[in-house]
């Protein structure tokens, strides 16, 4: 159980396009869903929380107008990269919330690996 | 001070052996405490998760914590090469209503044949 999706994989796309990541809890529903990034070497940067059927909280410095969340039901977030260049190359990993007895425990997709050109 | 801290390592322990790894967090409100395990270039995958003082078992993993002391420690019982990871501890801040993850740094693991 408690598992979580992640779409594409891996994407390589020209600087100035835009790029969507889908998130999906595949067994489970999640009010909440966070996005992270990773850079090489380095920790997970949380970049914003994402509720279902609200607007998501960003983290200070992460700019809401280049990277739009939407999370318009309770299995599925996606995070649109707009207008990409390559420092936004980096590993993105989504995480959806778990609600159970005891509190909430937040299960991690794959990752999306992004490379722009 | 960071809120969870992490000895980065890296921790080196031979095949069989006992890993302990330790987590110290500032925040005294925090309830949930969790490990996850990290391998290079994948995301983090869920080890355990510990609200009680005391210990959990869970096959040869065991997290212990101590709300008293402020620390969450994990211990891998007859390490194998396959548990080289990196090992994220993680808290919910104690006022957190979002269920926001505290990260620590991460030690890195490695278990030698």
């Known amino acids: 159980g408690a598992v979580v999706s992640q779409h594409p994989s891996w994407v390589i796309c020209k600087s100035g396009t835009s790029v969507k990541i889908e998130c999906r809890s595949l067994?489970?529903?999640?009010?909440?869903m966070f996005w992270y990034r990773q850079f090489p070497k380095q920790s997970l940067m949380l970049m914003a929380t994402s509720n279902e059927g609200s607007k998501a909280t960003y983290e200070q410095g992460v700019e809401k107008d280049k990277f739009l969340i939407n999370h318009a039901s309770l299995t599925l977030s996606t995070l649109t990269v707009t207008s990409a260049h390559p420092e936004d190359s980096s590993f993105y990993i989504c995480s959806a919330s778990l609600t159970h007895g005891s509190g909430d425990t937040q299960y991690f997709g794959p990752g999306t690996r992004l490379t722009v050109l | 001070q960071k809120e969870v801290e992490q000895n980065s390592g890296p921790l080196s322990v031979p095949e069989g052996a006992i890993a302990s790894l330790n987590c110290t967090y500032s925040?005294?409100?925090?309830?949930?405490f969790f490990w996850y395990r990290q391998y290079s270039g994948k995301s983090p995958e869920l080890i355990m998760f510990?609200?009680?003082?005391g210990d959990k078992e869970d096959g040869r993993f065991t997290a212990q914590l101590n709300k008293a002391s402020q620390y969450v420690s994990l211990l891998i019982r007859d390490s194998q090469p396959s548990d080289s990871a990196t090992y994220l501890c993680?808290?919910?801040?104690?006022?957190?209503?979002?269920?926001?993850?505290?990260f620590g740094q991460g030690t890195t693991l490695q278990v030698k044949p």
């Open positions: 510990i609200y009680s003082n």
């Open positions: 993680a808290a919910i801040h104690g006022s957190s209503n979002t269920g926001k993850l505290i």
């Open positions: 067994d489970f529903q999640a009010t909440t």
């Open positions: 925040d005294r409100g925090s309830q949930s």
